[in-house]
């Protein structure tokens, strides 16, 4: 059959979306909120718009992090207020919503991830129904390889749907496209065909599954290597990580802790508070756990503990942040270095009394941004354990905040008004490069386990089950093996690599990742990770000129965008934008069948 060019009446404008996660669903919500308040959009007999989500996961809307089957025990990381109700007004806040299905959760800022996940998934059925009255959206469940201009309109490839009976909710364990899946099947190997024409695409896509300093594609050491921890259930199984045996973890951040956690309570461990009356906990051990997990940073630190959700600073602090806040109402566009000085006086107004000067507290605020760590925090064996004590002390209220502390908090409070100042930034390569040293500073101050996570891994240092010596020394795991073990310790069995792939595109060993780069559908600013769109997603290719229909929101467009690792749907304006422009467009589409 011939196919209609853009516009003729009766032909309906067709939207391919890669990926069904978080960034999907609140696009895909934005744009049924459109047609919900009425906007521009003509009544019709038929669709104004076909839909087709393109992502391996049996289940749409979680993507892998928020899968329905994984253990409890992964939780999420932020306060669950922040999945508030949906722009369509369709579905509760997760609070909400957790107090009729899950009630024992009501009070739970930090709700396991599956729970989370449950919620997402409802909230994409309704979408979906908001979406039947002027569209349709089936799923094709495949994986995105490249995207080709077709004239006016565009194609995707992408791996051919597996949808045969029996076998949903077998393959692949929920992963989302572009986000962590080991084992797969290589691309070139599968079955592929084309999607299309299609008018518009969008990529909203999550984690990668391959980046330029991941341990496995290059990994020589005789050790065993499991080349991720997610998903749990299969990359950290007994079967792969054996009872007692002694395990290097490459990395110190989030999925080190996601690792830690599967490794004592998803192997029958108990943390009970401790007897004595103090707030920290016993971690009671199980026989099916490894007998030690030894992580590696790049940094020599792990993640600081943050304060419970409502904590209340101190009358001096809240003071600062509204200062800083006004002046990064009236400040505009900031340069990066523009936005650490301001975040760095900030933090040393935070700190500031009577009895201690401005300037003092600036300088030790800068060196500890420097360097990454407190100026008073000891060098030597002892110093991880010890700022993590000192963060959690921090965190509940026995010790004073010092510069980590207000830095991370700055940051946190903070955070919309510098990602807006930041976006579209013309700094240079070198410039941004810097910035990004300090980001990484500064998210470890900020975004680090919850209160209970980090007592947690206190308590695993006092069982033993827990060594953070290799932190201390610097040890090093690398595509060889392991660099720099102390003196008199043992070597591993088996090695974890906890380290996920960036944001952005730069570095990213995916397919679609690497086409469009090469094509030059979009283009990437010196030093930074992401591709450049603008305000309402549309890629800018290499050329500069706008790569119209081809959209991309999320983790792909970092560094342009900062601040993708997140649930908050009104951090960033381009999801609105993007479906109200898409609205319109449909509109203009419907209005032509009308008069046709």
């Known amino acids: 059959m011939a196919e209609r060019a853009p516009g003729t009446a009766g032909d309906p404008l067709r939207l391919l979306v890669v990926g069904a996660g978080a960034k999907a669903l609140y696009a895909l919500e934005e744009l049924a909120a459109q047609g919900r308040d009425g906007g521009d959009l003509p009544e019709s007999a038929g669709p104004l718009v076909e839909i087709t989500v393109v992502d391996p996961g049996e289940h749409l809307g979680t993507g892998a992090a928020y899968h329905p089957s994984q253990p409890h025990h992964l939780r999420l990381n932020v306060g669950s207020g922040i999945l508030d109700a949906p722009a369509t007004g369709a579905a509760p806040s997760f ?45 094709h469940r495949g994986r995105a390889l490249a ?22 909710g077998q393959l692949e364990r929920g992963q989302g496209q572009a986000e962590q899946g080991q084992g797969q099947v290589p691309a070139s190997q599968v079955p592929t065909q084309l999607l299309g ?31 991720a921890v997610l998903p749990v ?48 906990l016993i971690h009671h051990r199980s026989p099916e756990e490894p007998a030690v997990i030894l992580p590696t940073t790049r940094h020599g630190l792990l993640l600081d503990a943050k304060p419970l959700p409502g904590t209340q600073l101190p009358a001096t ?139 947690m891994l206190i308590a695993m240092i006092d069982s033993g089950a827990l060594d953070l010596s290799w932190v201390d020394a610097g040890t090093s795991l690398r595509a060889d093996g392991v660099h720099g073990i102390p003196a008199g310790a043992g070597a591993p069995d088996v090695v974890v690599d906890a380290v996920v792939a960036p944001p952005g595109l730069r570095g990213i060993v995916d397919p679609l990742a690497r086409q469009l780069l090469s094509s030059g559908l979009v283009t990437l600013r010196p030093g930074r990770r992401g591709a450049v769109i603008e305000a309402d997603g549309t890629a800018l290719t290499s050329a500069g000129d706008r790569a119209e229909g081809l959209a991309l929101l999320g983790r792909a467009t970092e560094d342009h965008v900062i601040g993708h690792d997140t649930l908050n749907r009104h951090l960033h304006a381009e999801t609105g934008h993007w479906a109200a422009r898409l609205s319109r467009r449909a509109a203009r589409s419907g209005a032509l069948e009308e008069t046709a």
């Open 147 to 168: 995207v080709h201009r077709d004239g006016e309109r565009w194609r995707l490839e992408v791996t051919a749907s597996r949808q045969a009976p029996g076998t949903q």
């Open 95 to 139: 609070p909400d919503w957790a107090r009729t299905t899950h009630p024992e959760l009501a009070e739970e800022p930090y709700p396991p991830r599956a729970v989370v996940g449950e919620y997402l998934r409802l909230r994409w059925r309704r979408m979906q129904a908001s979406l039947a009255p002027w569209a349709t959206l089936r799923h």
């Open 317 to 455: 602090a809240e003071r600062a942040l509204a200062r800083g806040a006004r002046r990064l109402e009236s400040a505009g566009p900031l340069t990066p270095q523009q936005v650490l000085d301001l975040a760095v006086d900030v933090a040393a107004e935070m700190l500031t009394g009577p009895d201690a000067p401005f300037e003092e507290h600036r300088r030790a605020v800068m060196r500890t941004l420097s360097t990454g760590a407190e100026p008073d925090l000891p060098q030597g064996p002892g110093r991880a354990e010890r700022a993590l004590r000192r963060s959690i002390a921090v965190a509940e209220g026995s010790r004073a905040g010092g510069p980590a502390w207000a830095l991370g908090r700055t940051w946190v409070q903070l955070y919309p008004q510098f990602t807006a100042a930041l976006r579209g930034s013309e700094a240079d390569g070198t410039a941004w490069t810097r910035f990004l040293a300090s980001e990484q500073v500064l998210e470890r101050f900020a975004f680090g386990p919850p209160l209970d996570v980090a007592r």
């Open 197 to 227: 024409p299609a008018e518009e695409i969008l990529l909203a896509t999550g984690h990668a599954t391959g980046h330029d300093s991941a341990l496995a594609p290059t990994w020589t050491a005789a050790l065993p290597l499991r080349p």
């Open 233 to 280: 259930q299969e990359m950290l199984s007994a079967e792969h990580v054996p009872p007692g045996c002694r395990v290097a973890m490459r990395g110190g951040a989030l999925t080190f802790v996601d690792g830690a956690l599967t490794l004592t309570l998803g192997r029958g461990a108990a943390f009970r508070p401790d007897p004595s009356g103090t707030t920290g």
